[in-house]
């Protein structure tokens, strides 16, 4: 059974008449009655009274009525969404992230949500180190790392450039200064991060470089937690600077700069490398493109190449997909 026959079938009922029915649907009559023959022999049964002039339905084309018309109306309901898709009227966005990507997220799903107001859009929590299987069992669309990922199958772009920032409270004896050594931090109380990182792994080796104690007396779970006990005025505290924009300008805290500790840290877009994305993320990318493009500095769009990548093409105009060459 098909929506044809079943279009056909009600358009008889309503003009009660196989010609009438022919024209609205810009057909020959032959072909009407062939598209009626066929459905009553799927369903078994007759659906029209033969002996009728006005096409008056029999006990079984009765009940078919109801089920075609609703059958006909979901179609057309389905079709409905479809176009609200396209148009970003309908539809949501799943995206992941740590505390720390999250950040770099929250401006740019500010300006999506802005022109399209009506796609829901999830960032759903999620390791760094998880993230890209998330993305390939299609958990996710999108996933914002710190790292460069590995996998061929995954597809990067860098769209933030950060950068660590030595912080402390503002009546630090060292908040006064422009720069300070690393040699004069080995009888600084730092406040770090309890989860082990490769940024907190070169900030050991470069006080282990520089034969300068690291003195971490307090390990807490979150980057807003380190922020908030060290504006408390307990330690000093390196963190990424997208963590910090607010209470640097707030003068919550203050930043000093150390020569041996300038690391800079680039932040990812990532997605499956084969992907057909969903109207909502393709519109996504031309936000995060488009933010690079206003903003510049930090804001960044770069897609990457490397082992298993192929030179990256962007998205595509004309099929409204982002494509890459393979």
């Not at 998330?134 to 769209?159: F, K, M, N, T, W």
Request: proline residues 5%.
């Amino acid at each position: 059974m098909v929506l044809f026959q079943l279009e056909t079938f009600l358009a008889v009922v309503e003009e009660r008449s196989f010609s009438r029915a022919a024209v609205r649907l810009r057909r020959t009559q032959p072909a009407i009655s062939q598209a009626i023959r066929k459905l009553e022999e799927e369903v078994g049964e007759a659906v029209f009274d033969r002996t009728s002039r006005d096409a008056t339905l029999t006990a079984a084309g009765e009940v078919l009525r109801d089920y075609a018309q609703k059958m006909v109306n979901l179609r057309n309901e389905a079709t409905g969404a479809l176009a609200e898709l396209r148009s970003l009227q309908r539809g949501q966005l799943l995206l992941a992230a740590n505390e720390y990507t999250c950040m770099y997220l929250l401006p740019v799903v500010d300006a999506f949500r802005r022109l399209s107001p009506q796609i829901k859009v999830t960032v759903q929590r999620s390791l760094a180190s998880r993230m890209a299987d998330e993305i390939l069992s299609h958990a996710v669309e999108c996933g914002v790392i710190s790292y460069r990922p590995e996998d061929p199958q995954v597809r990067s772009i860098v769209v933030y450039r950060d950068e660590l920032v030595f912080t402390m409270h503002p009546r630090h004896p060292l908040a006064s200064m422009d720069e300070v050594p690393i040699h004069r931090l080995g009888a600084e109380n730092f406040v770090a991060h309890n989860i082990p990182s490769p940024l907190r792994l070169r900030v050991v080796q470069a006080f282990r470089r520089h034969r300068t104690p690291l003195n971490m007396g307090v390990e807490l779970p979150s980057m807003e937690a380190i922020k908030r006990f060290v504006g408390m005025g307990n330690g000093v505290a390196l963190l990424p600077g997208l963590t910090v924009e607010r209470e640097l300008q707030s003068g919550e805290l203050v930043q000093v700069r150390v020569p041996e500790l300038q690391f800079e840290r680039k932040l990812r877009l990532v997605h499956r490398k084969h992907a057909n994305l969903s109207h909502a993320a393709l519109a996504f990318l031309k936000v995060v493109e488009s933010m690079a493009a206003q903003r510049g500095d930090l804001y960044l769009f770069q897609p990457e190449r490397g082992a298993g990548f192929s030179q990256p093409e962007f998205p595509c105009r004309r099929s409204g997909r982002y494509n890459w060459k393979s």
